[in-house]
DNA sequence: AAAATTTGTGGGAGCGCTCTCAATAATCAG
DNA sequence: CTGATTATTGAGAGCGCTCCCACAAATTTT
């Protein structure tokens, strides 16, 4: 069954092996009669091209790599990356691309991935989720010469290309929420700034003071790890300073912030008003309903897929960025409707 | 760079292709000298294999599918999934596999899908996570000849590979820990009973309060799908029937019954105590902190990999069939602490 | 009606590797 | 020191496919 060979069917179908190949293949240039008699050898007796061969002479895998790495820790704590990897199969199933997955949690683990993805000649492209700067496996796989898109704008992005969500006008958006509705003492849980998202998010939230007129005051700034206590802990941290208000940086940050906030026996958002970033299903799942920013993940994942078929298929320059945009999403937490 | 071939690194040592392949792939009967040599060599190059030369040649690609039918749709919404894969992945990176991703959402994903995982040679073997009652994938799979071992027990589990926890001891102990604690009307929030996993907690509860002497009350048990939404509208209906204590069958679905239980204005534990299964971290991350059974997710995606090579390198027979066990972790919603 | 073009089909040379087998070199026993 | 054994190396035949080229058949042009 599975070791039938294209000329298996040639000779059952009483063809050459090369107008086998062409049907497989879709080519033009079979006439009619020729191409369904092959077609019902091929459907009857459940004929599948070995792809090993295939890419050996064609010089193609249709596989894609996706590649997360080690400064992505946060793999099954953040719906972030599921949801996305989810889009990316999807896509890479529509347009026939088998997906490779590797997630880089060692050095060792790092030196084993890097050849095989980059070398082996099994992929004919990688998608590389962004993480901390200076994070080995990016510049690494970014030197060598396989098509690649990024997932998230990387710190150095000349000659690489990548999508990216609108971090800075999405933060500002939070932010905005928050000024438009009266908060005085808004502070931040930014995210790690190694990494643009952070650093992003961060710049959208001082622009959105800015802009209106206000004050960046640093001690209402406070640094997290993208996790639940990440947000917690900076929350702590951040108590003192008594703010009426917190754009999270992700909403994971947020559920841990608020955590604490509740510790503190500060009610939610008559005390204290919270916007978090991502929209997870947790967000609308918890009590009090999160006010966030949605990013569109799943839209993201077939945009990376797309990016990088492009690239490959159509060559590497020029370099593309895609930029997404977001929305905001009014709950509970932010206190809009007490204020309304 | 990626375009070196063993003839080129042949060529540079002076050996013969041969020589050289057996150095790449550690065979014996190479003289130090020459092995060293042609050690150079590569690293000098930075030569790595073709792998799709090596597969065809070989018969084998050191691929590994990881498949999740269209019956799990919980892929992002519940941390399993995520944390399973990472499970996977990292095995396959141990022993030097590559790990395919196929999440199979529609019906065409299944059909091109299928094909492709098992009759194309690409994959030496396949782990399916198991699903619904007669879901599609997993029968077509399972009759191909391709090795194969399943993440959970299938229903009809002959002749099939599977590694499982055990969901019959783990509710057991879940429910029997409430017993202990003293609760008398202990009601239940069964996942799906398509699925083994479903029925198998259903049958831990029923077995934990028939040993205790106590007779089932079918209005105390209702079935949901497993997410935060199932557990909160199973919840909603199990309300009239004045439950005092409640064994969720997952996490997620024990966030959501708490989510209904607190909007009925209940205290937790006070009013109405809860035990989930899983140990996702938001477990320790919400307020109350959620009593559980722990499974060991992540060596659950160990065990899987090693069976599955083990079947790919010594054969398909016998079936071979791994139970791992359960951790019981006491926290705040089922009122231990209080009861002392 | 012959020549030129356009299909449709088959043959053959690889793609880069593994693996068996034969050949040679090195080692050993008697 | 010779014949036998063993360790080391090379040559060659594929693995199953693609793709270029040549040829034959059908179609069009002059």
């Known amino acids: ?32 009669k020729v191409r369904k008699r092959v077609l019902e050898v091929i459907e009857s007796t459940g004929y599948h091209p070995n792809i090993a061969a295939r890419t050996l002479a064609s010089q193609r895998s249709m596989m894609i790599g996706l590649v997360v790495p080690r400064s992505v820790s946060s793999f099954f704590t953040d719906p972030y990356l599921p949801h996305l990897t989810q889009g990316i199969a999807k896509r890479c199933n529509q347009h026939n691309y088998t997906l490779g997955l590797f997630l880089v949690g060692t050095k060792e683990d790092e030196e084993k991935i890097l050849p095989r993805v980059s070398r082996s000649g099994l992929f004919d492209g990688v998608l590389v989720q962004a993480g901390h700067r200076g994070d080995q496996v990016i510049d690494r796989l970014v030197q060598s010469t ?9 710190f150095n992005p000349e000659g690489i290309s990548y999508i990216d969500v609108d971090n800075i006008e999405g933060a ?3 932010v905005d929420h928050l000024i438009q509705l009266g908060y005085q003492r808004i502070g931040t849980i930014t995210g790690i ?44 941290r951040l108590l003192p300073a008594k703010p009426d208000a917190i754009f999270a940086a992700s909403d994971i940050m947020a559920v841990g912030a608020i955590r604490a906030a509740q510790e503190a026996d500060l009610r939610i958002p008559d005390d204290i008003a919270f916007v978090g970033f991502d929209d997870i299903p947790l967000a609308n799942h918890r009590y009090p309903k999160l006010t966030t920013i ?32 977001t929305e905001l999403i009014i709950r509970d937490t932010c206190g809009a409707s007490r204020r309304k």
Chains 1, 2 share one sequence.
């Open 1 to 32: 069954m599975a070791d039938l060979t294209l000329e298996d069917i040639a000779k059952q179908a009483g063809v050459s092996r090369s107008t086998v190949s062409r049907v497989v293949n879709n080519h033009p240039n079979v006439s009619d």
């Open 146 to 154: 396989i098509p690649l898109v990024m997932v998230g704008r990387p």
């Open 172 to 174: 500002f958006k939070a």
């Open 193 to 236: 700034t190694k990494s643009t998202v952070g650093v992003d998010r961060l710049e959208g939230y001082r622009k959105a003071l800015t802009e209106r007129g206000r004050v960046v005051d640093d001690t209402l700034v406070e640094e997290g790890v993208f996790t639940e206590e990440g947000g917690y802990h900076a929350m702590q």
């Open 294 to 325: 949605r990013q569109p993940v799943y839209q993201f994942g077939f945009s990376a897929v797309e990016t990088l078929i492009d690239l490959i298929e159509n060559g590497k320059e020029p370099t593309r960025h895609v930029m997404m945009g």
